[in-house]
């Protein structure tokens, strides 16, 4: 009994070891299974195509452009085709080598309803979506207006105007780009401050802001360009990011058009802020381009600009210095687009389209004019002013010699191309301005200046200015003063052209460079000392040079000589200089004694239609009155002082 239970057991115990074995090879297959199962899945998910953005987001099915071509980023669309949706037909389309990028023409259908739309991104592995939308288009009336010598621009840099929205100082992606106490962070200014104060601007006598790019920049410290050797940030909006984002420190899209529509609302016209010429330098395309060409060389091999801007009108150049400041990169880390490529240059035109056709904005003031081609400019311009006739557009040629900077408006070919730019920054005024208003100099070099006029196509339309964001203030010039400033503001507000001013002047703020003259407004944030935006928050001298600011600049809108009315000038010595604004009907005179030594002029005025007798009073100095005789008209004035005579 004891040998037979033995050999039971024994055979019991076999018997679980076979089975131990089998449950073990079993739940190994299973789990190489599994294995084998998540790591195709894992595969698959990996190559399953994706996109994270789409340029333009939307567009019309009404507009100049249809097809619209979309760039999609994204990942694995080596092998990508695009389906349609309702009112959206797909044509052409191609990807680059490294399936990034997908460029598709998107056919709207002229009947299609506005509203989202998706469509499907098939490969042969998986698919997607990509969302677009079909836009309802702005009424023309009360956009797109163009601006003319009729406006007054008051040029505003958003960071630093006013705080209104603390709320996006320190925005979640964004983290640690906030610092009122460094001047090459962010300060908060946005774009809630810009509509909490239209009032403000409003009253001053301004009908058109120029705001500084609204483009959405980089989300994280400039550690390529440093500051005082130390990292900086995008507050001035200059290296876009996101060419088709608004920047998280100044709001999104919804609060800009609350903007341009509150400021339509109050007759005020918005200008754009454009950079076409480069990107920021952490922008996704630096390292990853959506074609070979997208840029002019790559951020390990490309030419430095050496700014050597005369080449570009010399009949003669030597080739490499031009080539090295049209393709060149700024400062060496700023990645040029490169407007040859023809992808490049769509994406550009459709983008300004877009903001243009998405918030109703009204002009373009186009950083960087002269490193861009003209071949491009004519596509450029030509394509706005198809789908809006009465847009207008200012061009940055930073420049004190007219003929360098004459040689960049449109009308007259140059280099092969007409580049269609209606207006210019006016520059090489600017610095006759600084020299003879701000450092006390001859006062004859304004209309020596102006004498040369015959060299732009059209004079009229040129921006005029004393200040700007790029250069150091009006009062930190060698030798400036508040009475200076009041004789640069009556110059510019009525000699031809549209004048601009800038944020800040009309209080004579101060800075001697580019960092401190963007300077924060005086009461635009929170904890403000003072508030300048109110005249109990003004100093006496301050509140004297903001009324003679905001009466000038109403005046330029009062009197229609000083808007549409030819130069005429009537007298210039070193330091005075007489000239009528007259158009058909009516006449302003100006008479300006630069001198610190009162002055009498005596001048001819037949030339602008005045007859012996005729009676004119000064609307800068109440009472003053002078009268023509034997066709001449005799002027006093006091040190540094401006006489304005309109006919009685």
Request: charged content about 25%.
């Amino acid at each position: 009994m004891r040998r037979a239970e033995h050999s039971e057991v024994q055979a019991r115990s076999e018997r679980d070891d076979k089975e131990n074995r089998a449950s073990h090879f079993a739940l190994k297959f299973i789990f190489a299974a599994l294995t084998l199962l998540l790591t195709v899945q894992l595969c698959f998910s990996q190559n399953t195509p994706r996109v994270l953005k789409v340029d333009p987001p939307s567009w019309w099915a009404d507009h100049s452009i249809n097809p619209v071509r979309l760039l999609i980023r994204g990942a694995n669309l080596g092998d990508a085709r695009v389906a349609g949706a309702e009112g959206l037909r797909v044509g052409a389309t191609s990807i680059n080598a490294a399936g990034t990028y997908l460029f598709a023409d998107v056919q709207i259908d002229p009947q299609a309803k506005a509203g989202l739309r998706h469509l499907k991104i098939v490969t042969s592995v998986g698919s997607t979506e990509a969302s677009f939308e079909i836009l309802q288009s702005l009424s023309v009336a009360g956009h797109f207006q163009g601006f003319s010598p009729d406006d007054v621009i008051y040029l505003i840099m958003i960071d630093r105007f006013s705080d209104g929205d603390p709320a996006n100082n320190d925005p979640a992606q964004a983290r640690g780009l906030y610092d009122r106490a460094n001047k090459f962070y962010y300060h908060g200014g946005d774009l809630q401050g810009i509509i909490n104060h239209l009032p403000y601007l409003k009253d001053l006598g301004v009908t058109a802001l120029w705001l500084t790019p609204w483009y959405d920049n980089y989300d994280r410290l400039n550690e390529i360009e440093l500051k005082d050797g130390k990292p900086c940030t995008g507050f001035h909006g200059y290296n876009p990011q996101d060419f088709y984002g608004v920047e998280e420190h100044f709001g999104n899209l919804a609060k800009l058009r609350e903007l341009i529509a509150a400021a339509h609302k109050l007759g005020l016209k918005i200008i754009q802020d454009e950079v076409v010429n480069h990107t920021g330098p952490y922008h996704p395309w630096v390292d990853d381009p959506p074609t070979p060409t997208w840029f002019n060389g790559t951020r390990a091999h490309h030419l430095k600009n050496v700014f050597q801007t005369w080449t570009l009108h010399d009949p003669r150049p030597v080739k490499s210095l031009k080539k090295e400041t049209m393709e060149g990169w700024f400062l060496d880390f700023l990645p040029d687009l490169n407007q040859h490529d023809p992808e490049v240059a769509r994406y550009l035109i459709q983008n300004t389209l877009w903001w243009i056709g998405v918030t109703g904005l009204d002009g373009i003031r186009m950083d960087t004019w002269q490193y861009v081609p003209n071949t491009f400019w004519r596509q450029w311009t030509a394509a706005i002013k198809r789908e809006y006739p009465k847009f207008a557009v200012v061009g940055e040629v930073k420049d004190g010699d007219v003929v360098h900077a004459s040689y960049f408006q449109g009308g007259v070919v140059r280099d092969g191309s007409d580049s269609g730019l209606d207006s210019l920054l006016d520059f090489p005024l600017f610095y006759s301005i600084r020299h003879a208003f701000a450092e006390g100099k001859n006062l004859d070099e304004v209309p020596k200046t102006l004498a040369k006029d015959y060299l732009y196509s059209n004079s009229d339309i040129l921006v005029t200015l004393l200040g700007g964001h790029d250069d150091g203030r009006f009062m930190s010039e060698n030798g400036a003063t508040v009475a200076g400033l009041k004789l640069a503001n009556a110059f510019v507000l009525t000699t031809r052209g549209v004048p601009q001013l800038y944020y800040g002047d009309e209080i004579a703020m101060t800075g001697p460079d580019e960092p401190t003259a963007r300077a924060d407004f005086p009461g635009g944030f929170p904890g403000d000392k003072k508030n300048a935006f109110t005249r109990e928050g003004r100093s006496p001298e301050e509140q004297d040079l903001f009324d003679y600011v905001r009466k000038m600049a109403h005046l330029h809108t009062e009197l229609l000589p000083l808007q549409r009315g030819e130069l005429v000038s009537l007298h210039v010595s070193a330091q005075q200089y007489c000239y009528a604004r007259k158009t058909k009907t009516s006449v302003v005179l100006v008479a300006i004694n630069n001198d610190a030594n009162p002055a009498t002029i005596e001048f001819e005025i037949t030339p602008v239609g005045l007859a012996n007798g005729d009676q004119l009073v000064d609307r800068l100095t109440l009472g003053k009155e002078v009268k023509v005789k034997n066709g001449k008209l005799s002027v006093m004035l006091s040190p540094r002082s401006v006489a304005l005579f309109v006919p009685q």
